[in-house]
Protein backbone atom coordinates (compact mmCIF):
# COMPACT_ATOMS: atom_id res chain seq x y z
CA UNK A 1 0.00 0.00 0.00
CA UNK A 2 2.81 2.68 0.52
CA UNK A 3 4.62 1.74 -2.22
CA UNK A 4 1.76 2.25 -4.35
CA UNK A 5 0.78 5.56 -2.73
CA UNK A 6 4.86 6.27 -3.34
CA UNK A 7 4.43 5.74 -6.91
CA UNK A 8 0.91 7.60 -7.04
CA UNK A 9 2.54 10.80 -5.12
CA UNK A 10 6.06 12.14 -5.23
CA UNK A 11 5.71 13.71 -1.89
CA UNK A 12 8.10 14.78 0.70
CA UNK A 13 7.21 12.02 3.54
CA UNK A 14 8.37 10.53 6.96
CA UNK A 15 7.20 7.23 8.62
CA UNK A 16 7.90 6.46 12.14
CA UNK A 17 5.97 3.25 13.93
CA UNK A 18 6.52 -0.53 14.22
CA UNK A 19 6.63 -2.12 11.18
CA UNK A 20 7.29 -5.58 12.54
CA UNK A 21 9.88 -5.93 10.88
CA UNK A 22 13.94 -5.59 10.57
CA UNK A 23 16.48 -5.04 8.55
CA UNK A 24 19.20 -6.61 10.52
CA UNK A 25 19.13 -9.88 11.92
CA UNK A 26 17.81 -9.67 15.67
CA UNK A 27 19.26 -11.52 19.22
CA UNK A 28 18.19 -14.68 20.64
CA UNK A 29 14.72 -16.77 19.39
CA UNK A 30 14.34 -18.50 15.82
CA UNK A 31 16.78 -17.46 13.11
CA UNK A 32 15.14 -15.07 10.83
CA UNK A 33 14.58 -15.48 7.20
CA UNK A 34 16.86 -13.86 4.81
CA UNK A 35 13.59 -13.83 2.20
CA UNK A 36 11.97 -11.51 5.05
CA UNK A 37 14.71 -9.36 5.87
CA UNK A 38 15.56 -8.54 1.57
CA UNK A 39 11.20 -7.93 1.41
CA UNK A 40 11.72 -5.17 4.29
CA UNK A 41 14.84 -3.58 2.46
CA UNK A 42 13.16 -3.84 -0.80
CA UNK A 43 9.84 -2.14 0.71
CA UNK A 44 12.61 0.64 2.16
CA UNK A 45 14.70 1.22 -1.38
CA UNK A 46 11.36 1.18 -3.11
CA UNK A 47 10.03 4.31 -1.33
CA UNK A 48 13.17 5.60 -1.28
CA UNK A 49 13.26 5.88 2.25
CA UNK A 50 16.26 6.51 4.42
CA UNK A 51 17.05 5.17 7.90
CA UNK A 52 17.34 8.14 10.26
CA UNK A 53 19.39 6.09 12.86
CA UNK A 54 18.67 6.94 16.68
CA UNK A 55 20.15 7.34 20.16
CA UNK A 56 19.41 5.32 22.94
CA UNK A 57 18.98 1.31 23.01
CA UNK A 58 19.54 -0.63 19.97
CA UNK A 59 16.31 -2.89 20.46
CA UNK A 60 12.76 -1.39 20.05
CA UNK A 61 11.11 -4.91 21.18
CA UNK A 62 11.73 -7.37 23.58
CA UNK A 63 9.90 -10.77 24.39
CA UNK A 64 10.42 -13.66 26.63
CA UNK A 65 11.56 -17.18 24.74
CA UNK A 66 11.50 -20.46 25.59
CA UNK A 67 13.62 -21.44 28.48
CA UNK A 68 13.96 -18.25 29.89
CA UNK A 69 15.45 -16.77 26.67
CA UNK A 70 15.08 -13.43 25.68
CA UNK A 71 14.63 -12.29 22.15
CA UNK A 72 15.64 -8.63 21.20
CA UNK A 73 14.58 -6.80 18.20
CA UNK A 74 14.87 -3.90 16.36
CA UNK A 75 11.05 -3.62 15.33
CA UNK A 76 10.56 0.54 15.61
CA UNK A 77 11.70 2.42 12.67
CA UNK A 78 11.99 6.20 11.51
CA UNK A 79 12.10 6.94 8.04
CA UNK A 80 12.27 10.04 5.68
CA UNK A 81 12.31 10.45 2.35
CA UNK A 82 15.38 12.39 1.42
CA UNK A 83 13.72 15.94 0.59
CA UNK A 84 12.16 15.22 4.04
CA UNK A 85 16.23 14.80 5.19
CA UNK A 86 17.37 17.77 3.63
CA UNK A 87 14.88 19.49 5.36
CA UNK A 88 14.79 18.32 8.48
CA UNK A 89 18.91 17.88 8.54
CA UNK A 90 18.89 18.21 12.50
CA UNK A 91 16.30 15.79 13.27
CA UNK A 92 17.31 13.42 16.12
CA UNK A 93 15.59 9.93 16.86
CA UNK A 94 15.68 8.89 20.43
CA UNK A 95 14.35 5.39 21.32
CA UNK A 96 13.20 6.02 24.91
CA UNK A 97 13.17 3.04 27.10
CA UNK A 98 10.57 0.53 27.59
CA UNK A 99 8.07 0.78 30.45
CA UNK A 100 4.79 -0.17 30.35
CA UNK A 101 4.99 -2.10 26.98
CA UNK A 102 7.10 -5.00 24.96
CA UNK A 103 7.81 -2.16 22.23
CA UNK A 104 10.66 1.29 23.39
CA UNK A 105 8.93 4.10 22.58
CA UNK A 106 10.48 6.56 19.92
CA UNK A 107 10.94 10.01 20.38
CA UNK A 108 11.85 12.37 17.03
CA UNK A 109 12.93 15.52 18.06
CA UNK A 110 12.46 17.78 14.87
CA UNK A 111 14.10 20.92 15.66
CA UNK A 112 16.89 19.88 18.94
CA UNK A 113 17.88 23.18 20.21
CA UNK A 114 21.74 23.32 21.62
CA UNK A 115 21.50 26.02 24.33
CA UNK A 116 24.93 27.08 26.25
CA UNK A 117 25.27 23.83 28.84
CA UNK A 118 24.53 25.27 32.41
CA UNK A 119 22.20 27.79 31.47
CA UNK A 120 18.30 27.51 31.91
CA UNK A 121 15.82 29.76 32.03
CA UNK A 122 13.88 30.03 35.42
CA UNK A 123 10.60 27.79 35.49
CA UNK A 124 8.39 28.09 38.44
CA UNK A 125 7.82 24.27 39.42
CA UNK A 126 4.20 22.95 40.13
CA UNK A 127 5.83 20.21 42.74
CA UNK A 128 6.61 23.39 44.75
CA UNK A 129 3.48 24.56 45.46
CA UNK A 130 3.13 20.88 47.69
CA UNK A 131 5.62 21.88 49.87
CA UNK A 132 4.57 23.82 52.97
CA UNK A 133 8.11 25.69 53.15
CA UNK A 134 7.70 27.23 49.24
CA UNK A 135 4.42 29.01 50.27
CA UNK A 136 6.17 30.65 53.35
CA UNK A 137 9.27 31.28 51.03
CA UNK A 138 7.16 33.33 48.62
CA UNK A 139 5.44 34.82 51.34
CA UNK A 140 8.28 35.82 52.80
CA UNK A 141 10.04 37.15 50.25
CA UNK A 142 7.46 39.07 48.69
CA UNK A 143 6.07 40.98 52.08
CA UNK A 144 10.10 42.31 52.19
CA UNK A 145 10.44 43.26 48.29
CA UNK A 146 11.47 46.57 47.45
CA UNK A 147 8.88 47.14 44.89
CA UNK A 148 10.76 47.36 41.74
CA UNK A 149 9.24 44.47 40.40
CA UNK A 150 11.87 43.73 37.74
CA UNK A 151 14.62 43.12 40.28
CA UNK A 152 12.40 41.42 43.08
CA UNK A 153 11.42 39.35 40.31
CA UNK A 154 14.80 37.88 39.34
CA UNK A 155 16.13 37.71 42.62
CA UNK A 156 13.53 35.49 43.51
CA UNK A 157 14.01 33.73 40.83
CA UNK A 158 17.27 33.09 42.10
CA UNK A 159 16.25 32.23 45.29
CA UNK A 160 13.74 29.82 44.28
CA UNK A 161 16.12 28.02 42.11
CA UNK A 162 18.47 27.90 45.27
CA UNK A 163 15.94 26.52 47.57
CA UNK A 164 14.60 23.88 44.72
CA UNK A 165 18.49 22.67 44.78
CA UNK A 166 18.88 22.51 48.44
CA UNK A 167 14.68 20.70 49.03
CA UNK A 168 15.12 18.43 45.97
CA UNK A 169 18.56 18.02 44.98
CA UNK A 170 19.43 18.17 40.90
CA UNK A 171 15.81 16.61 39.64
CA UNK A 172 17.33 16.82 36.12
CA UNK A 173 20.44 14.86 36.93
CA UNK A 174 18.45 12.48 38.89
CA UNK A 175 16.28 12.11 36.22
CA UNK A 176 18.92 11.39 33.69
CA UNK A 177 20.85 9.00 35.93
CA UNK A 178 17.71 7.16 36.31
CA UNK A 179 17.08 6.27 32.62
CA UNK A 180 20.80 5.89 31.64
CA UNK A 181 20.18 3.00 34.19
CA UNK A 182 16.48 1.91 32.55
CA UNK A 183 18.90 1.82 29.53
CA UNK A 184 21.70 0.00 30.68
CA UNK A 185 19.43 -2.83 31.90
CA UNK A 186 17.41 -2.60 28.90
Same mark, same amino acid.
Given at each position: ?15 ? /? ?9 ? /? /? @????? @? ?28 K ?19 W ?16 ? %???P ?26 ? %????L ?38 ? *???? *??? /???
Amino acid at each position: MLTTFKSAYNLTWFLI /GNFNDMLTFSR /G /G @APIRQ @ATLVAFNNFVDSCELVDLGYNGPKYTWIKKGRYGTIILERLDWAFGSQDWRLIFNKAEVRHLPRTCS %DHAPILVNLFPSRSTPGYAPFRLQPMWFTHN %DFTKLVEDYWASSNENFSEDSLSFAHKATVWNREVYGNVHLKLC *RICA *RIE /GVQ
